[in-house]
């Protein structure tokens, strides 16, 4: 009832990252364009932070969308904060597929196998960890590492892009021969003013918006309870929307975002 009552199509503020919902801004371009580079070149290591919310897990998913029709294998790591023995099983599994329990040596013989198999097909492996910032063992990013050790004569077997929250330049900082390894890097900043309300039109277009729905008061209010993080962003649009509904409203204005800001910090 609600997409209807603003005769949307689709749900414009959903927070699951893609479906084809990529906003470029300047820096989140910078960003993707940074990662293609790092894989593409095969530089060993790309990093990507940015506070919770500001797009690095969208900007990925931009990455393989780009990779798609070319002979990559990308996969990704949500949950990395596990011992190096676990690590090394779970990137083994996402790999092939199979749960394996041999020892260290055997598993990572296996991922070498793997990774030379994709080689001499002509695949190249990217391995992207997410939430980096949550290992806490020194030796789990030791292994990470050590995974770069498996190259050619001309060029590493593997790509590791790295995404997570600040706390991870200040884990590197202290992690020279990790650190030494990453060819780029590139921190997400929150949206300006601008932008966040050109986020709001690329999101309300695409979801099929034909009218303008909010009005500039509005965008600008929402920037500000928002900060500029697209979660944020999307999280009190749906509410605008909801509330605005409820009220029968034709649009969204200031007063809508300030009871829907009201509502979330209820």
């Known amino acids: 009832m609600v997409l209807e009552h603003w005769d949307l199509r689709r749900e414009p ?6 479906g084809g919902l990529f906003y470029g801004s300047p820096q989140h371009e910078e960003a993707l364009n940074r990662m ?18 500001c797009g690095k897990t969208t900007v990925t998913r931009a990455l ?8 990559y294998e990308v996969v990704v790591l ?11 099983k779970a990137i083994l599994l996402k790999l092939t597929g199979r749960m394996e329990n041999g020892s260290k040596a055997w598993v990572l013989e296996q991922i070498h196998r793997h990774l030379q198999s994709a080689e001499a097909a002509g695949r190249r492996v990217v391995l992207v960890i997410d939430e980096a910032h949550v290992i806490s ?23 590791l892009i790295l995404l997570g929250q600040p706390p991870l ?13 990453i060819a780029l890097r590139y921190n997400l900043q929150p949206l300006d003013c601008g ?10 277009r695409a979801a099929g918006a034909r009218r303008g729905i909010f009005t500039r008061a509005a965008a600008e209010a ?45």
């Open 137 to 159: 063992q020194r030796e789990t990013l030791d292994e990470l590492r050590m995974l770069l050790n498996l190259h050619t004569e001309e060029s590493f077997l593997l790509t």
């Open 195 to 204: 932008h966040t309300i050109r986020y709001l039109l690329y999101r309300l």
């Open 169 to 181: 330049l200040r884990t590197m900082a202290g992690l020279e021969p990790l650190r030494e390894r």
């Open 13 to 18: 503020f959903a927070n699951v990252p893609g």
């Open 36 to 53: 293609l580079y790092v894989v593409r070149h095969r530089k060993g290591v790309g990093m990507l932070t940015g506070e919770v919310g």
């Open 64 to 71: 393989a969308a780009c990779l798609s029709g070319e002979p």
């Open 222 to 266: 929402l920037h500000e309870a928002s900060g500029g993080i697209p979660l944020r962003i999307n999280n009190l649009g749906d509410r605008c929307l909801l509330i605005g509904f409820q009220l029968g409203a034709h649009q969204v204005d200031r007063r809508i975002v300030q009871a829907a800001v009201e509502d979330m910090d209820a």
């Open 78 to 88: 949500a949950n990395p904060a596990l011992s190096p023995e676990e690590l090394l």
